[in-house]
Nanobody
Framework: QVQLVESGGGLVQAGGSLRLSCAASGRTFSSYAMAWFRQRPGKERELAATIDYNGRITLYADSVRGRFTISRDNAENTVYLQMTSLKPEDTAVYYC?????????????????WGQGTQVTVVS
């Protein structure tokens, strides 16, 4: 059974940084693309960043490009989201997702497995 467990969320001042982690188990982590989605208050869930199976290709939403960095450690079965220059509009529940696909994908439907989410709150 695939499990994704996020950690690293919390409360941070605007302009600050946080690093989210997602630990995966139950499948061959290094074979699949991973992604971070977020759901802001009153909004639909949206992609923040995605990374392909070997970490060579990353894609970002326009709203986070240049501020967020997705990376993965296949030896540790973990994917990370480094968030810098945080803004109040980055406040959201952040979800880790894993797909049956190897390549990075912007489509939510490409991802089958989801974590429980971690809350990030940015205050001004």
């Amino acid at each position: 059974q695939v499990q994704l467990v996020e950690s690293g969320g919390g409360l941070v001042q605007a302009g600050g940084s946080l690093r989210l982690s997602c630990a995966a188990s139950g499948r061959t982590f290094s074979s699949y693309a991973m992604a971070w989605f977020r759901q802001r208050p009153g909004k639909e869930r949206e992609l923040a960043a995605t990374i392909d199976y070997n970490g060579r290709i990353t894609l970002y939403a326009d709203s986070v490009r240049g501020r967020f960095t997705i990376s993965r450690d296949n030896a540790e079965n973990t994917v990370y989201l480094q968030m810098t220059s945080l803004k109040p509009e980055d406040t959201a529940v952040y979800y880790c997702a894993s797909g049956p696909i190897a390549g990075a994908s912007l489509r939510e439907g490409s991802y089958t497995y989801w974590g429980q989410g971690t809350q990030v709150t940015v205050v001004s």
